[in-house]
């Protein structure tokens, strides 16, 4: 048994695949890759995962799991979420080691982005 179990793999529900794969992948560069109608994995996103069909979505508000990302241009990245397609949730801030803000993806999904 290995010393540390990393997390390698998270999922999120979407209730729109076409949606999400066209926002992640425009605002972040993720590849996807279709596993039939109710699933789509993707990569090129520091871990591996997928988007399964869903009518439910991660808030962190009500106990889900925050994902947060991590860029060098807080700002920029701002900007590119929110031309894409996502929403703000909450501006930029500062907490201690950094700044950070959150948004809520076409599906619903809320996620977090901080730079130091």
């Given at each position: 048994m290995s010393a540390s179990?990393?997390?390698s793999y998270i999922e999120f529900a979407a209730n729109?695949?076409?949606?999400?794969?066209?926002f992640y992948s425009k605002a972040f560069n993720w590849q996807f890759v279709d596993y039939g109608p109710d699933y789509v994995s993707f990569e090129n996103?520091?871990?591996?995962?997928?988007?399964?069909?869903?009518?439910?979505?991660?808030?962190?508000?009500?106990?889900?799991?925050?994902?947060?990302?991590?860029?060098?241009n807080l700002e920029a990245c701002l900007h590119k979420i929110v031309k894409c397609g996502g929403t703000i949730k909450t501006d930029i801030f500062s907490f201690p080691g950094g700044k950070r803000f959150h948004f809520i993806d076409p599906c619903q999904n809320e996620l977090a982005v901080w730079a130091t």
């Open positions: 179990t990393p997390i729109d695949l076409t949606l999400i794969k066209d996103a520091g871990i591996t995962g997928g988007f399964y069909y869903s009518p439910l979505h991660a808030n962190a508000n009500e106990g889900s799991v925050l994902v947060v990302l991590h860029t060098d």
